[in-house]
């Protein structure tokens, strides 16, 4: 049976080309038709088609409301084909005070809240639009931008708003296209017109003028932006950067010289609800132990009240911590990718954004004023013909009356055109008097010089700019001032780097840290004593036992010649077995741990190596928050970090393997933050077996099995770094140790 083509044709086609022909399609339907705004009225499709529908339904803010429902079921039915929850979901986040600067919407009922409740059903809720909507409008009547057929042909929808209100800075943007998005955030209406009021007349002003009039991002929350002057105008000349904000708080003094700190103000788009939960969280985790607890006491205004755990601690302490930790302190992201006046992707600075809106209010103002034109001349030729025929109206009379075509011998009688003859032979017989033909005489004398007004408008562009300007402050006086119009968020310097200590994150407990020999280490709750009995794996014993708070930070010094830094609070617990060091720190198996404590910024250390050179290094230095440490001693093929010991004396005793002493002044060894170091000990075979510092007065000591020995005659063991010295004093231990 042969197959009927005429029912369809299939039609071979490359994979690779028929895919990205089409995604590429849908890319640009999301870019354009639904992601991004337009930098002219800052709206996205969804929302100019919400308050188009809303003025097509008179929802005016001096009528009253109609359910969401119907307003939704229009845009959907004749503008926006797409799903109804979606389209409620941009007619809500319009309403909400807490999302928009400037509502362009006023809900009734329940519209949610800043802790992330959702809005009531939409057969629920009512809506009109707001002031702020009708300036966007204004014009919208009068030929003032194009308009295009909807998506079934039935109707037709505006392209873009006329745009009277600054929207797309006032109110912000965010959305996410395919392979690009938008960021902007809200900003103080007042501020946006003054500075768009400087560029019109200072066209070559640069984005740091402008910055003196818009001062950066007002959020509808408030909040604080700590940003430097360097990294707002670098943001606003690029269109794109990363502002720091943080929640506004303030500290309340309690009875008893007990205080809490109170939260009246959250950054930009962090839902309540999940901020407490996360502080929560943090507390149950006992990584916020300057924090004892946290309160959510708002009602209409936010206040959230954060107990500390002692009036002792600091409140810039506490705050501080819960910056970094919480998301009372945020980043907004600045991408401001809005499409242009030709419907084309690309990230503006704030210079082209304002310019343009101002461009476009130009070219709303000539549309606008030619369509007024055109009104007056039409109005005009009737009321001419009025003035033409009133003077012999008993003529008109005779003619209408007894005429069977009346129009044509009007228009002969008294050289009318044809919509002067129709506009008489409807005029309404109450009209025939005198009183009408004062009154249409002072209507002819008013358009007329309205009419002149806008010719030389539409003639001089200096005069439309100033026009604009006027029409600019009619909207600044009215959006910059009042409840509404005030600035919210308050702009501050960068925020001076605090040094946030250990306690702002963890719980400050003793532990005793445990190292094997081996390499394993954990640490137990609580100091051990020093003979405390201890688990290790079968042929592993105890190497280093020390001492310490769970806030503190150790360093490891390791033969290689290393520095190593670790957390007492990272350390695993006491546990079983531990973990292996070489899972913390990157140290070779053919590299061992030397020693292992609590450096002393304040102190001084002398470090060695096995060959017998060493120097004296600040306690500060031993430290790396790198996983692979910090090379502090420089070895040779052969050598080895072998001591590190405080530097407290004046003088250092140094003891080789070949049982010589030898004593020398402090003075004698260079300070270095790293390096090889210099000859302590001079050695014809082995190497170092043991240094010590200590003050000669007080003499030189070492242990003797459980005894302790002094000696201070030490004459003949003093002489100068890098000597051979002496065998030591009768007595000297022959492991060749100080042992202590």
Not at 51 to 65: E, T, V
Not at 590 to 604: E, K, T
Request: glycine share 8%.
């Amino acid at each position: 049976m042969p197959i009927d083509m005429s029912t369809g044709h299939i039609e071979d086609a490359p994979l690779a080309s028929a895919l990205s022909e089409r995604y590429l399609a849908y890319a640009l339907s999301t870019i354009m038709s639904r992601s991004l705004p337009d930098a002219r009225d800052g709206l996205k499709p969804v929302h100019r088609r919400l308050i188009y529908a809303m003025h097509q339904l008179k929802l005016d803010p001096r009528s009253g409301f109609k359910k969401c429902a119907r307003v939704v079921g229009d845009v959907m039915g004749k503008f926006h084909p797409h799903g109804d929850s979606s389209i409620y979901e941009a007619l809500v986040r319009l309403a909400q005070e807490f999302s928009s600067r400037f509502p362009l919407i006023e809900g009734q009922g329940n519209f949610g809240n800043i802790d992330g409740d959702n809005a009531a059903a939409m057969r629920y809720t009512e809506s009109r639009l707001t002031e702020v909507a009708e300036f966007l409008l204004r014009g919208i009547d009068e030929n003032a931008v194009d308009f295009r057929a909807t998506y079934d042909g039935e109707e037709s929808e505006p392209v873009v708003l006329p745009g009277a209100f600054p929207n797309l800075l006032a109110n912000g943007a965010s959305g996410i296209a395919v392979g690009m998005a938008t960021s902007i955030p809200p900003h103080n209406a007042g501020e946006v017109c003054a500075a768009a009021i400087h560029l019109i007349q200072h066209p070559n002003a640069s984005t740091a003028d402008l910055l003196k009039h818009l001062r950066g991002p007002d959020f509808p929350t408030g909040g604080e932006l700590v940003e430097d002057e360097a990294t707002l105008l670098a943001a606003y000349e690029t269109g794109r950067g990363s502002l720091r904000t943080r929640a506004r708080w303030v500290r309340e003094e309690q009875k008893h010289g007990t205080w809490v700190i109170v939260v009246t103000e959250i950054p930009y788009q962090v839902q309540k609800s999940r901020l407490i939960e996360q502080v929560a969280v943090l507390l149950q985790e006992k990584k916020l132990p300057l924090l004892a607890d946290i309160r959510d006491e708002s009602d209409d205004k936010i206040r959230l009240v954060l107990e500390p755990r002692s009036r002792t601690v600091d409140p810039e302490m506490l705050m501080a911590s819960l910056f970094k930790s919480t998301a009372l302190e945020t980043r907004f992201s600045l991408n401001m990718n809005v499409l242009d006046a030709s419907r084309t992707p690309r990230v503006m600075g704030l210079k082209d954004l304002l310019k343009s809106w101002t461009d476009h209010r130009h070219e709303v103002l000539i549309r606008r004023s030619n369509h007024r034109l055109e009104a007056i001349a039409k109005r005009l030729e009737i009321l001419e013909g009025y003035l033409a025929v009133f003077l012999n109206l008993d003529e008109v009379i005779r003619i209408i009356r007894t005429e069977d075509e009346p129009k044509p011998k009007l228009i002969k009688a008294f050289k009318l055109t044809e919509v002067q003859a129709e506009a008489i032979l409807n005029m309404r017989l109450r009209s025939l008097r005198r009183l009408e033909e004062m009154e249409i005489r002072q209507e002819h004398k008013k358009l007329s010089t309205e009419q002149k007004g806008l010719q030389a408008l539409l003639k001089d562009e200096g005069k439309r700019w100033e026009k604009i300007v006027i029409e600019i402050g009619e909207v600044q006086t009215k959006f910059g001032s009042g409840p509404l119009g005030a600035r919210r968020t308050q702009i501050s310097a960068a925020a001076p780097v605090l040094e946030i200590v250990a306690e702002a994150f963890v719980e400050r407990e003793p532990l005793t840290v445990v190292l094997s020999q081996k390499g394993w280490i954990r640490a137990f709750k609580g100091h051990l004593a020093a003979d405390a009995e201890l688990k290790f794996k079968e042929g592993d014993k105890l190497h280093i036992l020390r001492r310490c708070e769970s806030t503190d930070r150790l360093a490891l010094l390791a033969t290689n010649g290393r520095v190593y830094t670790l957390k007492a609070s990272d350390l695993p617990r006491g546990r079983g077995d531990g973990q292996a060091i070489r899972l913390t720190i990157e140290l070779g198996n053919d590299d061992a741990v030397v020693d292992l404590f609590i450096p002393d910024p304040a102190q001084n250390y002398l470090i060695a190596a096995t060959a017998g050179r060493g120097f004296i290094i600040p306690g500060a230095e031993l430290n790396s928050e790198r996983k692979a440490g910090k090379q502090i001693l420089s070895l040779k093929a052969g050598e080895e970090l072998s001591h590190c010991v405080p530097a407290n004396g004046d003088h250092v005793a140094v003891i080789g393997e070949n049982r010589k002493l030898l004593v020398f002044p402090l003075s004698e060894l260079p300070e270095m933050t790293k390096g090889a170091g210099v000859a302590l000990q001079k050695y014809k075979d082995g190497g170092m077996a043991d240094v010590k510092v200590f003050t000669l007065a007080q003499g030189l000591t070492w242990k003797l099995g459980a005894n302790t020995r002094t000696e201070t005659k030490l004459t003949e063991w003093i002489g100068s770094r890098a000597q051979a010295g002496r065998l030591p004093p009768n007595g000297f231990p022959k492991s060749g140790k100080f042992g202590d």
